[in-house]
C-alpha cells in the first residue's frame, strides 16, 4: 500500500508542472481594473480561478481512477472500487464544468428579481 501511494505522489509531482502551465493566465480574482466592479463580475473571476483548480484536480483523480483499474488486475472487488471512483471522478468533472453556466443563471435571476423592485 505505502508503494502505490508513493507512486502516485511522485506521478502528481512528475504531472503537477505540465498541468500548471497548460494553464496560460490565472486572472487576479478582483480584475485588473479593466473590467466591471459588478458583483457578479467579481463572483465570475473567483469562480473562474477556482475553477481551473478544481479542473486541475478533477483531472488528478480521473488518472488515479485510472490507475486503480489497472492495479486491479481483474480483482472484482478493486475493480469495483475503481468504477466508483471513475464515476464519482465524471460527476465531480462535469459539476466543474457547469459552474459557470449556474452562476451566471443565478446572476441573472437575482438581477431580474432586484431590477423589478
Not at 493566465?25 to 478544481?54: A, E, H, K, M, R
Not at 451566471?104 to 428579481?113: A, F, L, M, N, W
Request: aromatic share 6%.
Amino acid at each position: 500500500m505505502k508503494k502505490i501511494i508513493r507512486n502516485i505522489i511522485s506521478l502528481i509531482i512528475i504531472i503537477s508542472p505540465v498541468l500548471l502551465l497548460a494553464v496560460p493566465v490565472i486572472t487576479p480574482p478582483l480584475g485588473t481594473g479593466t473590467g466591471g466592479s459588478d458583483l457578479q463580475t467579481i463572483f465570475l473571476s473567483i469562480l473562474d480561478v477556482v475553477q481551473t483548480i478544481l479542473i486541475m484536480i478533477s483531472t488528478l483523480y480521473l488518472i488515479y481512477a485510472g490507475f486503480t483499474f489497472v492495479i486491479a488486475k481483474g480483482d472484482p472487488e478493486k475493480i469495483k472500487k475503481a468504477r466508483a471512483a471513475l464515476f464519482w471522478g465524471l460527476i465531480g468533472a462535469a459539476l466543474v464544468l457547469c459552474a459557470e453556466v449556474l452562476a451566471r443563471g443565478i446572476g441573472d435571476t437575482v438581477k431580474e428579481v432586484f431590477k423589478n423592485k
